[in-house]
């Protein structure tokens, strides 16, 4: 069964920066399609960052481009998820999903429903 497990969330100030990591284990990560998502109180989860297997594709929204990176180490089985400039609005816990992407495409998915396997999440609070 495939586990996965964030770390790195915190209570910092605005302006500053975070690397959250998700541990996998379970079946073969090198082959998984990686997200980050995020969910505030009362919100809808959101799409964060996505990255590709094989190729390494990544994908951002606007709300993070330029501050946030997301990037896999294969050889420890984690994802990352850099975040700098940190924004209250940013303030969510944070979800690390992965997808066994069909017949090996390397598409980024950026739907919370193209993913099948999800960790527990990580607070992220950033005060103003």
């Known amino acids: 069964q495939v586990q996965l497990v964030e770390s790195g969330g915190g209570l910092v100030q605005a302006g500053v920066s975070l690397r959250l990591a998700c541990a996998v284990s379970?079946?073969?990560?090198?082959?998984?399609?990686m997200g980050w998502f995020r969910q505030a109180p009362g919100k809808e989860r959101e799409f964060v960052s996505a990255?590709?297997?094989?190729?390494?594709?990544?994908y951002y929204p606007d709300s993070v481009k330029g501050r946030f990176t997301i990037s896999r180490d294969n050889a420890k089985n984690t994802v990352y998820l850099q975040m700098n400039s940190l924004k209250p609005e940013d303030t969510a816990v944070y979800y690390c999903?992965?997808?066994?992407?069909?017949?090996?495409?390397?598409?980024?998915?950026?739907?919370?429903?193209?993913?099948?396997?999800w960790g527990q999440g990580t607070q992220v609070t950033v005060s103003s």
């Open positions: 999903a992965a997808k066994i992407p069909p017949h090996g495409r390397t598409y980024v998915y950026t739907k919370s429903y193209d993913y099948t396997y």
């Open positions: 379970g079946g073969t990560f090198s082959t998984y399609a």
């Open positions: 990255i590709s297997w094989s190729d390494s594709r990544t």
